[in-house]
C-alpha cells in the first residue's frame, strides 16, 4: 500500500514544483502521515497553497481513490 500512496502523493508534487517548492513525505506509518511542504529561495510561497487545504485534499484522495482513513499533517518550511 505504501506504493500506492506515494504514487498518489507524486501527483501532487508537480504543482508545487511548479512554484518553486515540493511536497516530502516525512513519516508514514499506521494511520498517520506526515507532510511538509518545502519553498526554496526562488519559490513563491504565496502561490503555494495553506498547509491546512493541503491536508484536506490529501486526506480526501487518500480516502476516495484508495480507501484509507489517515491521520494527516502538513507543515510549511522555508529553505
Known amino acids: 500500500m505504501e506504493e500506492e500512496i ?15 517548492g515540493d511536497l516530502i ?7 498517520k502521515m506526515k507532510l511538509r511542504i518545502v519553498v526554496g529561495e526562488e519559490g513563491c510561497r504565496e502561490c ?17 481513490t484508495l480507501g484509507l482513513n489517515y491521520e494527516v499533517t502538513v507543515t510549511i518550511e522555508d529553505i
Open 6 to 20: 506515494k504514487a498518489l502523493l507524486e501527483t501532487f508534487r508537480r504543482p508545487f514544483q511548479a512554484d518553486g
Open 25 to 31: 513525505l516525512d513519516k508514514l506509518e499506521a494511520g
Open 48 to 64: 503555494i497553497m495553506p498547509p491546512d487545504v493541503v491536508q484536506e485534499i490529501i486526506t480526501s484522495n487518500l480516502k476516495e
